[in-house]
DNA sequence: CTGTTAGCGCTTTCAA
DNA sequence: TTGAAAGCGCTAACAG
């Protein structure tokens, strides 16, 4: 038999409202009494069920989930995180939207103030374009108690509930840690980025630059710069530029195009890093023109920002941390099949 | 409102029990009725309440793990994917028992066998110390409606309902990889095992020999034994065995005693490759005396496994592949922090 | 300060 | 072939 509210409020001869008031101290119960209880629950070893919770409760809690769009593949990913999580949740009347939100910032800020203002969300989880002008947004939010969470990238003085996503600068000392041990005696690194020059590119050259000043032996590290506006010439320009390096460092979203730049050079081919895995890098991987790239598990990932949701608006639990960093994940030719899908 | 199934039978004017009868196929009910109900519950885009249903069938289901005791810190890390899996579906009446298996196969055919007869339990998860000597009692008791599923290590003639763990072959593959991208023009490798030749050293040996037959520029692999009972004669003899060589793969659970011995080389120290992560290895990382270390996430491996289980039991649901293979995961100084405990 | 009662969404008799 | 009723473990409103 299971051990429930009413086996200890038998045992000692009592309600079980009254059990319940004890258990969840909602005062107003004889102190001798609540001993009495809590002596009973210990000794049955009573655990409350929390199926049974949420049922009686009937709460209906929903979030909001504010993601880009692009990449497609990394943000499908989240989304089986997040579904994942939700499979035993959502009877406990947990629910989730996922609003997608393009390119601009003034389209993330319209539709977060939608959310916001609609009524129809207790919290939010936000992927913010850009942390700095979302402080604001976010903090007043915040204040008028509709938590929010950030995610993936985070707006650290917002007053944000907390952050679940990488540590960029880390990802970047391990694209050094990397490029330095899959090349030999000559180290002639360049690392390539593009104008957006966003807050989590700055911090993985940060990291990139940092590995390779603690380690005397690097020769050189070329910054190169993408230009969006003009991507086949300046891809065409970064093939130039990186004939004379051992290993190129993709620290933005183009490490398919800049493989395809390598693989038509002759001879001299750098060791290739970068992040995240599509289709064609998976192809790149096994034909190995990318030597590795760091991914961080969306899924995980995913899952992990609906627990944090879940267990602060229905459990009243806060997150143990501020930051909650994933596992950045290194993938070669060897291990990319578990990566795909 | 939420949509229940109460919501469904009131719009069609009859009983909740009915409704109830369709959407479980129990029978017994006219076959327009039967329509009516699941057209009504497709338009009302019902699902079924898993908290609800659970605890009105006071259904209870226990099942016991039975894992090995060593390495210690790697059944830690899979106890915790348990425990973390359970969190939820223990409320729903599904409860797990760790039993520890001592060194000995008789010992585990034992524990086996008491579970089994016991009565007490509903299935079994079981990391067989060996796969084959274990074929006869698995398969009778699965006969007997006692399903059983392997663990870590699998047991594929006994028809156990499926496997999770990782492919070992792909290990080796993958460590060949790794060896073979950590070095340079010179490829000279050693892989060490022990005298136990376990199923999955075997395993390991033919993937990352596989791998050095398909890549033409391995000069050799040399196949090196270590002694359980003279370990550090062995040791030792393995220092000097390794000399003349390029990178070392240490297929067998002693990667951090070999390391030491790494150490203490004066010169032309190879590129060590091993398995899993403890403390003594998360400082050979941080030492560059081991390069990388290959690592199978055991959270998620246990917490698979509890999923698994669940479902076969409680929701009659087979699991959809037989053998349910994890992430291999490369791990080297620069991430080995995200996989401390 | 404590007990009674009804009900959450679902399943399971039992009766019709 | 269908319905009524009770109950799973817990909570909430109301009464005392």
Redesign the pocket.
């Known amino acids: 038999?299971?051990?429930?509210?009413?086996?200890?409020?038998k045992q000692l001869?009592?309600?079980?409202?009254?059990?319940?008031?004890?258990?969840?101290n909602?005062?107003?119960?004889?102190?001798?009494?609540?001993n009495k209880v809590l002596a009973k629950a210990e000794e049955l070893n009573?655990?409350?069920?929390?199926?049974?919770?949420?049922?009686?409760?009937?709460?209906l809690v929903k979030v909001a989930f504010v993601l880009p769009e692009y990449p497609e593949y990394f943000w499908k990913e989240i989304e089986r995180g997040i579904d994942n999580a939700l499979e035993d949740i959502t009877d406990y009347g947990f629910h989730v939207d996922i609003k997608k939100t393009s390119h601009t910032i003034e389209h993330q800020l319209e539709t977060v103030h939608t959310i916001i203002n609609s009524g129809e969300y207790d919290g939010m989880v936000i992927c913010p374009k850009d942390g700095v002008s979302l402080t604001n947004i976010i903090e007043s939010a915040v204040n008028n108690d509709f938590p929010i969470f950030t995610f993936n990238n985070d707006s650290p003085e917002s007053g944000r509930i907390s952050y679940v996503g990488a540590n960029y600068y880390d990802a970047g000392k391990l694209a050094g840690d990397l490029a330095s041990k899959f090349t030999g005696e000559s180290k002639r690194f360049a690392i390539i980025i593009d104008e957006a020059d966003t807050y989590q590119m700055k911090q993985k050259r940060k990291g990139f630059e940092a590995f390779t000043l603690e380690n005397g032996d690097v020769d050189f590290v070329k910054l190169l710069r993408l230009d969006n506006q003009s991507m086949s010439a300046s891809l065409e320009k970064v093939r130039q530029n990186i004939a004379d390096v051992d290993s190129v460092y993709v620290a933005c979203g183009a490490l398919a195009e800049v493989a395809e730049q390598v693989k038509q050079m002759e001879s001299n081919k750098p060791v290739l890093i970068g992040h995240d895995l599509n289709d064609a890098v998976y192809h790149q991987l096994q034909e190995d023109i990318v030597t590795a790239t760091i991914c961080q598990d969306p899924h995980y990932q995913g899952s992990l920002a609906v627990r944090l949701a879940f267990n602060y608006l229905m459990l009243d639990k806060l997150p143990e941390k501020e930051d909650n960093v994933v596992k950045l994940e290194i993938v070669t030719k060897g291990n990319a099949k578990y990566y795909l899908n």
Chains 1, 2 share one sequence.
Not at 2 to 9: F, G, H, L
Not at 26 to 34: A, E, L, Q, S
Not at 46 to 59: G, Q, R
């Open positions: 038999m299971r051990v429930t509210a009413k086996t200890i409020a001869n009592m309600s079980p409202a009254t059990v319940d008031r004890v258990l969840h909602r005062g107003g119960v004889k102190p001798k009494t609540v009573y655990t409350p069920n929390k199926s049974a919770s949420f049922l009686a409760k009937k709460k």
